[in-house]
């Protein structure tokens, strides 16, 4: 009962909302320059299964990174609302329980957890769904190993984990490479409110595909594939 209250709540009311909320709020840091957009062109107008891989400096990009795919979003909210893969102990909370439909929890440290979201995400992925997936697996400040992918001008990622680059060799779907710069001053470590005033830049790359199967060598050579198309991004002026 919990569960269908969830879902009629999320659908007859909050996906109108975020829709209009969309359009006008950060529609309007757009067109004030806040909110950049880079090659714009290059998002899917009409996504067949989609896997948006991205940078993580903040708390900020689980949402804003939603706002590529507005068009789409309004003019078919049941398929192309994106689905994303947030860490479930900042997403637990009573408050954000409506939006549960659209969220896939990869649970650290809890392999049962993971797999069962694995392979939700595979799934969408096959009928055509987009999904937002950070591959480093938590903000790229927390990094706690201290190794680093570092670009030609200094940009860092974390080492990444398999799990993303995992889905885009099973299910053969179009990654969307994408790299936030500005995020960290938005909403800093410790913040719990964005700072709407301070310019954030997103770059979209081009589409591409792993090739390959599910083994070692080929998952080395998509994580080299993903943090050459990130880094592209993030040295891109």
Not at 198 to 217: A, M, Q, S, Y
Request: aromatic share 14%.
């Amino acid at each position: 009962m919990k569960k269908i209250r969830n879902v009629f709540f999320f659908w007859l009311l909050l996906i109108p909302g975020i829709i209009i909320v969309g359009w006008l709020f950060l529609g309007a840091l757009e067109l004030f320059g806040v909110i950049r957009i880079h090659n714009k062109q290059l998002i899917p107008k009409r996504p067949k299964g989609l896997l948006l891989i991205s940078n993580h400096p903040s708390f900020w990009e689980p949402f804003v990174l939603n706002y590529l795919f507005m068009k789409q979003m309004t003019l078919d909210p049941v398929k192309l609302f994106p689905y994303s893969a947030p860490d479930l102990k900042n997403f637990d909370k009573w408050y954000w329980s409506a939006f549960r439909d659209r969220f896939i929890f990869f649970p650290r440290g809890n392999q049962r957890g993971c797999a069962i979201a694995h392979a939700r995400a595979s799934r969408l992925l096959k009928r055509g769904r987009i999904v937002i997936m950070f591959p480093e697996g938590g903000r790229t400040s927390t990094n706690k190993c201290e190794e680093w992918f570092i670009s030609r001008k200094g940009y860092r990622l974390r080492p990444l984990k398999p799990g993303a680059i995992r889905l885009a060799l099973q299910t053969n779907c179009d990654v969307l490479p994408v790299w936030v710069k500005g995020a960290e001053r938005v909403m800093p470590r410790g913040s719990r409110l964005p700072k709407f005033w301070r310019r954030i830049d997103i770059t979209v790359g081009p589409v591409f595909k792993l090739k390959g199967g599910d083994n070692k060598e080929d998952l080395e050579k998509g994580k080299a594939e993903f943090v050459k198309n990130l880094h592209a991004l993030a040295d891109e002026d």
